[in-house]
Structure formats: structure tokens, C-alpha cells
């Protein structure tokens, strides 16, 4: 690659934050965005680049340009690789390869006042969406006022601190966030990777916003929609399925340029905002095809050599057949480090609409029981190859505020005890089979429901085992496989025995970020009908609810005290600074109680991810994991200094 920087000086933006942009004379660019640029179709890069593109530091060297990246998918709009970071990647603020500290993104800058209610962030004079236009405050108040806080048009930015209560312009690239109370976790909140939410081109969507075009209703009618925001919805959605609806501009490395129902096509934006450090701007490489497949072919077009980058759907079931075809396939399997706190837990469902089941599932003796029955140590072994830890349900290691035992509470494998227990709370009859009965002496069934080939449980082996250690303990247990879609109905329904699910919150950074969310938030999925309740509370007591809004009265069931008094906890930490004493103190309060309470009962956790390359392909990372390890992820994974060889 021609470099053709005079000179490139690194400065740090704000003491704050430490990020890096670039004052150079002249860039470099793509070749076939240069020849674009002769032929007069684009302005030449240097006015393309911001006034201080961010700067990317190469994960081993500068790269070179050019080449299409082959990727898999289950699906056009799935998670999956690489794919993510073209269509959301990006946001206002990152996290630095530490996983804690924040740097500058779209923002070069921000502060955080000393009482922690104002926010400012300080966005990049010059940088623009991929069709040219300004990216600027206004985008911001667009997607806040117009869409987010209007309540005619259905649009939730999500990970949104409750105590944000205005946005103020200050110029085109100053934005001031103010919030009622201290919330020192919304600067964090920014490098979600749902950040791309807090901003929309209103330069280009306004045209279907009834607030800026009186013939809004009229041209949504035209495009086959009842009304003009269920119109401007679509063409907001990153995931709109035909030609018009991904012609939103974007600020990702790459832009959608097609769409049918096997492929993807991206290709580069040629007013992408970073360059490299030699002042190369970025991508390397020209376009990533992404080819929609099934679960069984995924793993046969891995194994073969068919994918230039995978890890999304692959699985450590699969690790010894990776590594047998490494050499034939051409690319290199590695280890991403295990981030979740429970690859699988089961979150047993005290708000069962069964009245027998709902009252033993209360009873934190059963829950006991049930943890003490699981061997967890087979089923790394046999499920595994042992490359997971046998764990409880809680957050990581690496946490500032963590507890050893948290992760031992009630995980031994002990199965004697766990019958004892089962006798000790009254199942001590027995049917003809030798299964126990419920208290009130009838039969008694807990089946287990799942999603199979999802990425959560690889195989049935998982599940036939949790059945055989409960079996053990003498409980009658079923288990019902069923589609994606009747599995989530039913959880909402609350019609669930116990939730297999994955803590993928359990890093520090992230948990901080949404907050204990499979504890004592959205995610909750072993009480819904308690959390409905706490969140309709809150919003009445926030103001932005009334209890005629709940037809008098509120939805769910009311908690017992002592969640909460947790939840208490866990919204007094959201206006903690990270790492202050009060919020160690009050994490701890946290997973203490959820510790004995054991509503989650983990079983291994920490598994790695495999991780797949080929061998041609420069700068894969080493030292932080790539794609969705986490909340924040794919911005660890820098695919735009990814290169062919």
C-alpha cells in the first residue's frame, strides 16, 4: 500500500478520556475509492475525513487494501459474523482494549460533571454519514425528541438510564446530557453495542416524520403504510428487508449494498471516519459477503474452508473436528476467553401459574436441592472436553467486588444432601415409578424447555443430563425441544418450569452497564410477573406512567419485601461511580442475597469461545475477545483493521 502521510502527530483528545485523533497533511485511501475520486464521482479523502479522524491502532501491523471477506449467517438479520459490525458497531464513546476504561468513538471527547447529573460529549467537527451529509448534535436530538421521547412513534433507544431528563444542544458537535439524580454509569451506557440508537440521520428521515413534512401521511400511504411513523419506523430500521430500507445512511465501516434471502453484500464507506496510524483510512478490506445458511452447513463450510472468519455459531462440541481440518481447511482455531457467568443456568420460575409448582419453587430449599443435584464436573467433561468452569449462576472473577464463594454456593456436586433436603421439605411420598409427588400428593412433572441448536445449548446432552441428575434426587422430570418463537411466548406467559439462558452480563464492565439485568432488571426470567410490577412502580413514581395507564391497578405481582429491598440496591448503584466503595458495597449486597437465594442455578460457565481464521487474513487480536463476548464486543473486534495477506 502507497502510504503518502507527511505527517501524523497522536494527541489525546481530553485527559479524560485519553483517545487518539490525528492532524495530518495528507491520507491515504482505498484504490478503489481513489479511482472514484479521479472520475470526479468523490471528493477527494482528505475532505471525506473529519477534521480529526480517530485513530485505530493496527492489532499487529498496518494493513493492506482490498479483498471480500467471507462470512456465515443462520439467518440475513442474525447475529452473526462479522456482520454485526457493519450495521451497529459503532458508537458515541468505546471501551478500551482493559474492558473498563472509556475512550473517544463518533465523540472525541466527553466530561462528566463532579455531581454526576451533566453530561457532556464532545462529537468530531467534519466526520459524516456514508452519503456525505454532517454528522451532527441534531442527529442526536432527532432520535432522542422526535423519535425516542415522542409518544406517537414507537422507538426505544434501550440501556437508557430512567434519571436522563433532558438534551441539551450547546453547538453542531457539543451535547449536554442532564439527569435528575447522579448517574455516572450513562457515560458507560454509550458504548453499548445498541448504541448506533442514540443517533438517526435526520437529514435523511425527516421526509417521513409528520413533525417536518406535512405530507408525511400521505407519502406513507403512498409506500403501502396506515400512518407516517409506522413508515418512518421502517426506513429507521437497520433491518428493513428490501432495497428501500437499507438505504439509511450509516456511519460503519461498511454499507449494506444488497440484500436477497441466502446473501448480504457490504462494501466499504467511502467517508468512514478512522484511519489507521500510518493515516491510512479505514476498512482494509473492500467488501464482506455474507451467505445464509443452516446450522449443519455452517459447520461443514467452517470446517472446509468456506469462511474467511467464524465464531459466532461455532460450538466447543465441534472443537476436536475444527482442529482435525485446520491444516486442510487453511485457517488457524484459537480460544476466545470465556466471558459468561453461566453458559447455561436454569432460572426456576417462582411465578408459575401452577399454584403447587409456584409455592415449592418459592421455597429456597427446592432451589438448593436442585443446584446440589447437578453434577456440574461431568458436564464440563462430557459436554465440554472440560474447557468450561463448574460454577454457580454469578459474575465473573475479574470483578472488583467478587466473592469466591459466590461461585461455590451451593455448585459441589451432592446429591445425597439434595435428597435429604427434598425429604426435609415434604416430598417424601412416591408414585409407582419411584418419582416423588407434588405436595399436595398428586403426580409431579418439571419439565425442561429448550431451544435446540440455539447457540446456547449445542446438544441435547446438556439437557438429557440435568434431567438424569434431577431424576436422581427423585424428581419426575420431562423435556420438551421446541422453535424459538413458542419458547419465548411461553416465557413471557410465565408457563415455564425453569429458563435455560446464558449470563452474558457478567463481566464487570457490562454489568455495570445494564445493570444486574438478569438479577434485578429486564432480564429477568425467574420472576416476570414481579418485575412487571417494580417497573410499572417505577415508572409511576418516575412520572412517566400513571396507574390509569394500568387500568387502575398494577400489572404482575407484587414482590416480597426483601427483592425489593434489592432492587432498591441495584438502582442506588447506578449513581455510583465504578470502583467507588459504594458501589463495591452495594454489588456485594447484591450477590450475596443471590447467592442463598439461588433463583439461577449456573452450572458451567467461562467457556470458551472457538474462534476461527483464515490463515491469509492479518491482525486477527490475541489478547481481548473478538465478536459477541460481550455487550460491547464487537467494538473489541476492530473488523476494519482486519486485511488479506
Known amino acids: 500500500m502507497i502510504r503518502k502521510l507527511v505527517v501524523a502527530l497522536l494527541i489525546g483528545v481530553l485527559c479524560l478520556l485519553g483517545a487518539t485523533s490525528a492532524l495530518a497533511v495528507t491520507y491515504d485511501e482505498a484504490p478503489m475509492l481513489r479511482t472514484m475520486v479521479a472520475a470526479g464521482e468523490l471528493p477527494p479523502v482528505e475532505e471525506r475525513l473529519p477534521e480529526e479522524p480517530a485513530v485505530m491502532e493496527p492489532a499487529k501491523e498496518i494493513g493492506q487494501y482490498g479483498g471480500t471477506l467471507r462470512v456465515l449467517a443462520l439467518d440475513v438479520w442474525a447475529w452473526n459474523d462479522m456482520g454485526e459490525v457493519a450495521t451497529r458497531g459503532e458508537t458515541l464513546l468505546r471501551v478500551a482494549e482493559d474492558g473498563v476504561t472509556l475512550e473517544g468513538d463518533l465523540a472525541k471527547g466527553y466530561k462528566l460533571s463532579d455531581d454526576g447529573k451533566t453530561f457532556t460529549l464532545y462529537l468530531r467537527e467534519g466526520a459524516k454519514w456514508s452519503d456525505g451529509a454532517p454528522f451532527t448534535v441534531d442527529d442526536l436530538l432527532f432520535a432522542f425528541y422526535d423519535m425516542h421521547w415522542n409518544p406517537q412513534v414507537p422507538y426505544t433507544i434501550g440501556f437508557l438510564t430512567s434519571a436522563l431528563t433532558e438534551v441539551k444542544k450547546i453547538d453542531d458537535y457539543t451535547v449536554r446530557f442532564e439527569m435528575s439524580s447522579p448517574c455516572p454509569v450513562m457515560a458507560y451506557q454509550l458504548v453499548m453495542s445498541g448504541g448506533h440508537k442514540y443517533f438517526k440521520p435526520k437529514h435523511y428521515l425527516k421526509r417521513w416524520h409528520i413533525d417536518y413534512n406535512p405530507e408525511a401521511e400521505e407519502l406513507a400511504k403512498e409506500e403501502g403504510y396506515e400512518n407516517w411513523w409506522k413508515c418512518l419506523m421502517y426506513h429507521a430500521s437497520y433491518s428493513a428487508f428490501d432495497e428501500s430500507g437499507i438505504n439509511m445512511p450509516t456511519l460503519q465501516p461498511w454499507i449494506v449494498e444488497t440484500i436477497t434471502t441466502t446473501n448480504k453484500l457490504h462494501v466499504r464507506n467511502p467517508y468512514y471516519w478512522k484511519v489507521d496510524t500510518a493515516g491510512n483510512q479505514l476498512p482494509y478490506i473492500d467488501k464482506i459477503m455474507q451467505t445464509v445458511v443452516g446450522i449443519e452447513v455452517y459447520q461443514m463450510k467452517v470446517i472446509s474452508g468456506e469462511a474467511d472468519v467464524a465464531y459466532f455459531q461455532t460450538s466447543v462440541e465441534n472443537y476436536p473436528l475444527y482442529k482435525e481440518n485446520e491444516e486442510a481447511g487453511g485457517y ?17 420460575n417462582v411465578n408459575n401459574p401452577n399454584p403447587v409448582k409456584r409455592d415449592l419453587y418459592r421455597d429456597v430449599r427446592f432451589r438448593r436441592a436442585l443446584s446440589l443435584a447437578i453434577n456440574r464436573e461431568e458436564l464440563n467433561e462430557v459436554c465440554y472436553f472440560g474447557l468450561g468452569t463448574p460454577r454457580q449462576a454469578t459474575v465473573l472473577p475479574s470483578c472488583s467486588y467478587y466473592k469466591k464463594e459466590w461461585g461455590e454456593a451451593y455448585a459441589q456436586y451432592e446429591p445425597d444432601t439434595a435428597n435429604r433436603i427434598l425429604d426435609e421439605i415434604g416430598l417424601t411420598e412416591r408414585d409407582q415409578e419411584g418419582f416423588r409427588l407434588g405436595p399436595d400428593g398428586k403426580p409431579f412433572l418439571l419439565t425442561l424447555e429448550y431451544v435446540p441448536g440455539s447457540e446456547l445449548i449445542f446438544s441435547s446432552a446438556f439437557i438429557e443430563l440435568t434431567k438424569e441428575y434431577w431424576q436422581k ?21 410465565q408457563e415455564i418450569d425453569v429458563i435455560p439462558w446464558a449470563l452474558d452480563t457478567s463481566l464487570e464492565l457490562t454489568n455495570y452497564m445494564v445493570g444486574p439485568c438478569y438479577w434485578t432488571g429486564g432480564d429477568n426470567y425467574y420472576a416476570g410477573a414481579w418485575q412487571k410490577w417494580l417497573d410499572a412502580k417505577e415508572a409511576i413514581e418516575r412520572g412517566t406512567s400513571t396507574l390509569s395507564d394500568y387500568e387502575g391497578k398494577l400489572p404482575g405481582e407484587e414482590p416480597p419485601e426483601e427483592i425489593k429491598q434489592v432492587y432498591k440496591w441495584a438502582k442506588m448503584r447506578e449513581q455510583t461511580r465504578l470502583g467507588s466503595k459504594e458501589y463495591v458495597d452495594l454489588s456485594q449486597k447484591i450477590f450475596d442475597f443471590f447467592a442463598e437465594e439461588v433463583y439461577m442455578i449456573g452450572t458451567v460457565g467461562m467457556l470458551p469461545r472457538v474462534f476461527i481464521a483464515n490463515k491469509n487474513i492479518g491482525n486477527i487480536p490475541e489478547n481481548y475477545p473478538p465478536g459477541k463476548a460481550t455487550y460491547v464486543g464487537e467494538l473489541n473486534y476492530y473488523g476494519q483493521q482486519l486485511f488479506f495477506r
Open 473 to 493: 434426587a427423585g424428581l419426575k422430570v420431562g423435556i420438551k425441544p421446541m422453535d424459538g418463537s413458542l419458547f419465548w411466548e411461553r416465557v413471557d406467559a
Open 332 to 348: 488457524t482455531v484459537g480460544l476466545i476467553p470465556g466471558v459468561y457467568g453461566a453458559n447455561i443456568f436454569f432460572a426456576v
